[in-house]
């Protein structure tokens, strides 16, 4: 085996969990590769909208592999503009936001674009003075939490108290009503450049949440060079959100030099690693050096609490590292007894003494597992 890079090792393992039941609501018209690197596609129906819609779903370069382990999940509407994936993967690779499955929303080629009857409840007005059709946010709304979100919560090994919404736009004021009406559906929301000129009754819904729900996580941004409507907007459901830092934990930014749109990329970088931090930051060990025997009284069969096991061997690279279902990675001593993968939160410690080790204890991003000699 060739010299791997823990990130890619770890990260084939994000789809290795089987698909459990579905929700019967939801109907997945197609599965594959995406477009995206690293992403799975799924056209999936809806029945609570009546329409087709497609998911990209991407995981985590470090995912759970543990008993028991989950991690949280970034929900991101307007198909993220196809880069909210792989920001995500990058972010949390570099250690800058807890390792999260990026899961983006948006509408399958050739299909319609409801765009904007899905993200406003009701018809608004536009600054020049045409009427934005709205009238689906109620319909789209329960089938982002009725059906998409549990039948994600039962596909892969995500943490439903821990799971951030993201919207920019429009879908910053479905973000914003979302909030405001269900605020306990998500820990964390990221409200960029909201059309608050859609529907301006959210403000007062708004100023109440933080008694309704406390614990949130909100970041509200814009770009200081967009239009006056679009930033009064921005620096409004901001003022609301203001008035109980002791319930709400809110953090404002306006974009400088930047338009509408061209600060997408940015804002993801700049809420991410507040709305979802990690538990610690990623250690990066220097490697020694260990005779083959030192090393070999790791060799053998180890069974995780779930059966699962993890086998510990040689490569022509060194030590080598297998969970049962996943692919293998090679693991570096730091110390003796104790070893890591490059690249990711990762480490393998084993039972002091001379002879073969009765256990060793996994670490996995905060998360740790005990397996026991076969």
Known sequence: MSIRNGLV?????????????????????????????????LIVRSERASRDFQIQV?????????????????????????????????LGGAGAIAPAYVITIGYPPGGPFT??????????????????KGGGGAAFRAFLLEELKPFMETRYPLDPKSAVLFGHSLSGIFTANMLADRPEAFSGYLIASPSLWADPSVIDRLRTVSARAPGRKVFVAW??????????????VSAALSSDPARLTLRTKAFENEQHISYYPLVMSAAFPFLLPRAAPIRHPSPIALTRAQTERYFGTYALSDGRKVTIGEDEDGMLLEVEGAPAANIHAEALDRFYIHGVDARITFDAGPGPPAALVFYVNGAEARAVRK
């Open 223 to 236: 770009g200081a060079k967009e239009e006056p409507y679009m930033t009064d907007g921005g620096q409004k």
């Open 9 to 41: 090792a770890l990260a084939a393992l994000a789809f290795a969990f089987p698909a459990l039941a579905m929700t019967p609501a939801l109907t997945v018209i197609s599965e594959g590769p995406a477009p995206q690197r690293r992403a799975v596609q």
């Open 115 to 132: 765009r904007e009857r899905d993200l406003l409840f009701a018809p608004g007005t536009r600054p020049d003075g045409t009427v934005a």
């Open 58 to 90: 991407t995981a985590p370069g470090t995912p759970p592999i543990l008993p028991g382990q989950t991690a949280p999940a970034i929900y991101v509407l307007d198909g993220g503009y196809d880069i909210a994936g792989p920001t995500g993967w990058l």
